[in-house]
Structures are given as C-alpha cells and as structure tokens.
C-alpha cells in the first residue's frame, strides 16, 4: 500500500523487494562455469571415441594377414591381368578372400574368391566375362599346383554398375569346380567357350558346385 505524506510517495517494503527481484539477481558463479564445463567434458568425451575406434581400426587391419598362398595368387594375378598386360580391365583381379572349406591343418581346401572390379555401368556380355573368368583361372591355379595345395572350387566375381552413397552397384559370380579348371590348363583345345558351356550345363545341377552368374557371397 502507498501513502501520501507531504507530497511525498510512500513504497511498502513488499514492493521495494519485488522491483528488486525484476531488476535481476547475479547468477552464482559456479552455475555460470556449468556451461563450459560440459561442452569441455563433451569434446574429451568425443576425442576419446574417436581414439578408441582408430586403435580398433588399426588392429583389425593388422590382425588380417594374408597366407602366402593368397599372396603368390595376388602377385601371378597382377602380373598376368594388371594394366599394361594386354588386359582390358583398369585393375588387376584381386583376391578378396581364401576360403578354408575343410579345416584339416595337414591337407586344407581352400575356395579362392577373386574380384574383378570392371568399372562399368551395364553387365559384362557372357564371351567377354568367360575370357576373364578363363585368364584368371589360367594365372591362378598353377600357383595352387607350385604350393601343393588343393582347391575344391573357384569363385570370380564381378562388380559392376553405379555405385555411391546412395546406390550399391551389383556383384555377380561365376563358379568353377576344380575339374573343370583342370581341363582348362591341361588342355590346349579346350578354350573360354568351352568352360562356359560346361558351367551353363552343371548350374543347377545338385552334384556340382558349379554356379552362373549367381549373387557374390557374402
């Protein structure tokens, strides 16, 4: 309440408090500091993340060693299908993995998985993918031979069309069991087209193995 005296205007105590109160009170110190220090804790917090996963990354690169037979198979093969070798393709084919089919340590089996990355955008015609398909048998499986190794079959694999972030290209596969690799090295006369002839007719087949332009395995 307000009271005239004099012509003087009398506050009551309540009212000097309340302006007090919307004038605005001094933040205490240690809530000011609060904001800094959690974006300081967040960034240490997101630094260390950051470490962990580089250190996971750099294990796991080192921890895949490749056996000294997929490496003899990646050299014959960048040595018989890289650029300036007369191949068309921009890369050599790679291998991607080498499958233990039977884990026998004396006498193992093995699967070799071999990338060709074409870099193109439409599927490979059936005679040119065989022509690869036959090159890369024809530099690989002597090196089985050389390392007294058994392969029970050879998958190529083939990458092709638009790929990036928002679009996977496609990964399909030829199959080829030993016994028509074998046929293929120690015959002269048996060519390219042959080894697709006889991989058109066992696809599909429950007793071969052998497999036509089928998805890449995972």
């Not at 040119?128 to 090159?135: D, P, R, T, Y």
Request: hydrophobic content about 40%; overall charge neutral; aromatic content about 6%.
């Amino acid at each position: 309440m307000a009271a005239r005296a004099g012509g003087t205007r009398y506050h009551a105590p309540f009212e000097r408090t309340r302006r007090g109160a919307r004038s605005g009170a001094k933040t205490p110190r240690g809530m000011e500091a609060n904001g800094p220090t959690m974006r300081t804790a967040l960034a240490a917090s997101l630094l260390a993340v950051a470490l962990v996963a580089a250190v996971l990354i750099v294990r796991s690169g080192r921890s895949r060693r490749r056996s000294p037979l997929e490496e003899a198979i990646g050299d014959r093969l960048a040595a018989s299908m890289g650029p300036g070798t007369g191949s068309h393709l921009e890369r050599a084919p790679k291998v991607r993995r080498l499958e233990v089919l039977e884990e026998d340590a004396s006498n193992p089996v093995y699967t070799p998985q071999i990338r060709v990355e074409l870099g193109t955008t439409d599927a490979p015609g059936m005679k040119l993918a065989f022509e690869c398909v036959a090159s890369a048998l024809e530099a690989m499986h002597p090196v089985v031979e050389e390392h007294d190794e058994r392969v029970a079959h050879y998958d190529i694999e083939f990458t092709f069309g638009p790929d990036g972030l928002l679009v996977d290209g496609e990964c399909r596969r030829v199959t080829v069991p030993a016994e028509f690799v074998e046929k293929l090295v120690e015959n002269d006369r048996y060519r390219a087209f042959d080894l697709r002839r006889d991989v058109e007719r066992a696809d599909g087949d429950d007793e071969s193995v052998a497999a036509l332009w089928r998805p890449c395995r995972s």
